[in-house]
């Protein structure tokens, strides 16, 4: 169900290039590289979807259809393929996945929402990549009723961890008491950026969920459930 590595010339059999044997012979001839080191030894492990492997200086594709879902993640779900403190693993709510599937970015433990997941490493790193600057949108439940300034603030960029935050979208949602429902649109994807800008000013999270990829919503997907995604879904993640 997760993707976990694979002896190199295993792989290279399962997508095709030869028999087993004479994947072998290839490897020891330096015809294979992966991410762009030759390897000629023969243990190496190699992570399909995300290993970048070619043969001859040309990709070695994958023989498998790429598919991609939309999962609502729960919290308490690690989006890591293997966790060594036993914590579930988002790939485990794909049922009858392909082995090779993979979460594009992470969302922490205690986020919930709106995760991709794939075969296609391509794609993946298409929607991390910065030049795309695709928009990952969040609702935010934080501490306290944040002024108008704080979150122009926020919007045209703040000082964090020595770097300027990218612009961003940001609305008021909704107040509720000793808290606020926030709506933020970013493009950058920093380790627990929401969390970190909202509590630089002063305004802890409580609770998080991503709401859409660029023009991907959730929408009704309930926690732990999924649907998979089309062509016409997939153009939508970088509007
Ligand atoms: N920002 C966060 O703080 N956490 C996430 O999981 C995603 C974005």
Redesign the pocket.
Known sequence: MNNSPVRLQKYLAQCGVASRRKCEELIVSGRIAVDGDIVVEMGKKIIPGKSRITMDGRPVKSREKAVYYLLNKPKGYVTTLSDPQGRPVVVSLIKNGSSRLFPVG???LD?EGALILTNDGQFAQKVQHPSNETRKT?EAEIKGQPHRATLAALEKGILLEGKITAPAKVSLLARRGNSSLIRITIHEGRK?????MFAHMGHPVFH?K?TAYGKLFLGNLSSGKYRQLDSRDLKKVFL
């Open positions: 992470r969302l922490d986020t969040y627990r950026q929401v969390r970190k998080l991503r």
